[in-house]
């Protein structure tokens, strides 16, 4: 008798632990789901109506002063992304902070930022992150210049770590196809977003250090990396001669560096590539079909710019953290 009291005494205990487990786990989901979001379209909508107009015009401005705005900025997201995602890591200035990392040598831009966050604070502070604004400027960028324009959905908080040994992330002009796709799938990127993004590079500029040596020394042998056009690298030649300066600029799509085309593919299927790693999607048998596409060699229309959109709203959405993660700076450059 008394065992079988026990027992059920027992049985209902475990039940009411069981029912507290279960109210436990669901309290923490609760908790998470206020703790992360999804980004949204018109986030600032209520809270500061007018940030998407002042971060253009902040853009407009800059960029009519320095055409060369545009592609620092549209740079300056990318490299926030692939490190710690998209959360402005990339903006902090301190002795160790990521913008001190070779990975990160010739970023710049980062006084715009610093003006259209100047600018939101006067009038919603402690609204509008450094992330968004850097995603809504990269947008920017691309429309200014002649590209697709595209939604960006915002909500993205600051994050409150900056270190230059994260920086590894970041793919670099020596690395192969194999190793930029794993980049890319570590960011949940596709080989196809891995060329649609390259595509960057219709506009902006690199140092000669970082083409010289396929002038001049490919394989140590004082050799001409084979992969480039014989004609175009008699060009590169003169834009980086052998004893000229290492920091001098040359346009990476040769013909059209400040316009938004896809010209740039054009030149890579003509061996016309600057950067190695340009020119190498166009060997890798799984990047090539999207280079020649892009370029307009084959039967389909040329879909780079709404390609490129697509990608860019992907790439802005790499690790993002929302709701109570993270936190809204209130100057770019400094950690709150
Ligand atoms: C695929 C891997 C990539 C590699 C290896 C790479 C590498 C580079 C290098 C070496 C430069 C020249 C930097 C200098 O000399 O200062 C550069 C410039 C640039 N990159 Fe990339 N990049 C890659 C992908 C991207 C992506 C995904 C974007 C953006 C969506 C991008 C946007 C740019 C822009 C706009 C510039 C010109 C910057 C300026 O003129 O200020 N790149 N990139
Ligand atoms: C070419 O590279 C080799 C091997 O890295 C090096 O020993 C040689 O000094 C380089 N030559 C020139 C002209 O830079």
């Known amino acids: ?172 002009p020596f690395d192969s196809v194999a190793v930029l796709k794993q980049k890319f799938l570590a960011k949940g990127l596709s080989a196809q977003d891995l060329v649609t993004l390259t595509g960057a590079h219709t506009i902006g500029r690199a140092e000669c250090r970082l083409v010289s040596y396929r002038l001049y020394n490919y394989t140590g042998k004082g050799d001409v990396d084979p992969s480039i056009n014989t004609n175009f690298a008699n060009i590169l030649s003169m834009q980086c001669p052998r004893k000229g300066s290492g920091r001098n600029l040359i346009p990476m799509d040769t013909g059209s560096p400040d316009v938004f085309d896809s010209t740039f593919f054009f030149n890579v299927v003509q061996g016309n590539g600057v950067l190695e790693s340009d020119q190498k999607i166009l060997d890798d048998m799984s990047t090539r079909a999207y280079v020649r596409t892009y370029a307009g060699f084959d039967q389909a229309a040329n879909s780079f710019e709404s390609a490129f959109a697509d990608a860019m709203q992907k790439m802005g959405g790499i690790e993002v953290k929302t709701g109570s993660e993270g936190n809204i700076r209130k100057v770019c450059s400094v950690l709150n």
């Not at 009411?16 to 986030?43: R, Y």
């Not at 705005?69 to 740079?75: S, T, V």
């Not at 490190?83 to 980062?110: H, M, Q, W, Y």
């Not at 402690?126 to 920017?140: E, F, N, P, Q, T």
Request: contains cysteine.
């Open 1 to 172: 008798m008394i065992n079988i009291a026990l027992c059920i005494y027992s049985a209902v205990k475990l039940k009411l632990i069981m029912q507290k487990i279960v109210i436990f786990f669901t309290l923490i989901q609760t908790f998470s789901v206020l703790g992360t979001a999804d980004l949204e379209v018109g986030f600032y909508q209520d809270s500061c109506p007018n940030t998407e107009q002042i971060v253009r015009s902040t853009m407009e401005q800059h960029y009519s002063a320095d055409l060369k705005i545009a592609p620092a900025i549209l740079r300056l997201h990318f490299h926030d992304c692939f490190v710690r995602g998209c959360d402005g890591s990339v903006l902090i200035s301190s002795s160790s902070s990521e913008k001190t990392s070779p990975f990160n040598a010739g970023l710049s831009g980062f006084e715009v930022i610093d003006d259209a966050k100047n600018r939101l604070e006067s009038g919603c502070p402690g609204i509008v992150s450094c992330a968004d604004i850097l995603a809504l400027a990269a947008r920017d960028a691309v429309s200014l210049t002649g590209g697709p324009s595209w939604e960006v959905a915002t909500g993205r908080r600051d994050g409150s770590v900056s270190s230059a040994l994260d920086t590894f992330n970041l793919p670099t």
